[in-house]
């Protein structure tokens, strides 16, 4: 296993899966961090340009060497990647708010679980898919949102402590800058096709930690392209840091944190649970995110992929259970697609 930490040469730019076109849209906002697909294409690209010999018109070589977008080669797997930053000679990973987290009043960044899932109560109505409403006894007030927990602080919070929060600010900065698009053959501005792009920018010593396996002759160090109108990273290889692993058995009552996002074939739940654990789980109570998009472009085809819904990063689930435990036949994480590229890695935690 090597872990890599990838730097910022300047800013990046991440689109997130909306088409986007300066006669269509007028603003490209950045997903940050990026999606595990960012960060596969980047390493496969860089990967597949070390070998100097092989002839790209031989695609079975190149995907021998590669693989897929769809299908890594063999013993190939990434897990991130993560928000990180370089502290005192140690790299700290850093994890979005989770969604069922509330603003303790009168502390500023510091957060709590919601209260724990309750039955609905008599005489209230609603639509929700799950038995159980999170938060019923907390204050009806909007809280702080955007906030980032370190490892140590959100392995604090999934156990039901009160933890403090670090900005979204004090991490990297999302610049847009505006631009107008081009007739290409006259090389002069079109009417109405001015728009805006979004960059991030991170902070000092703020980077993407992601682990690899599969590719011993990986590089120590070195420079490759990532993201949108490929912007450079360098990288550097790291100690890889440790990964909990799932409770065996898991606890009567636990809850699952999405680490990275996760593809499920019914929207934000799979088909059947039991394609994760052995035994019988019960879903009681959930809060999710908005919706990540990702799509992405064709250029073989020169057309937009299909834009497909992911459910974000920070997204908790509460389950209630007797004698199940994770799977062994399975990796570590709860995704119907891309788990070989890091989508669907979670934290589980008794509540």
Known sequence: MKALFLSAMDVWLFRDGRPFNANGDHRAESLFPPHPSVIQGALRSYYLSLDKSLQYENADAVIKRVGTAQQGPDGFSLRGPYLARRENDYLIRYYPQPADAVSVPGARHTIRSAAVPQGQPDGLRTNSPTPDLLGLADPLEKGETGLWLSEKALDAYLRGQTVQGVPAGDLFQRQAYPGIGLQNDHRVTKDGALFEVEYIRPGDDVGLYVEMDGWDDWPEQG????GGEHRAASFTTVK???WPTPPTPLPPKFKVYFATPAYFEAGWIPNNWEDFF?????LIAAAVGRYDWLGGYDYAAQIHKPARRYVPAGSVYYFKTSG???????????????QQFGYGQILIKGW
């Open 324 to 338: 199940a435990s994770w799977r062994k036949d399975r990796p570590f994480a709860m995704t119907q697609d891309g």
């Open 240 to 242: 890889p840091l440790p």
């Open 278 to 282: 052995d035994g019988k789980v019960e």
């Open 223 to 226: 420079a490759l392209q990532l």
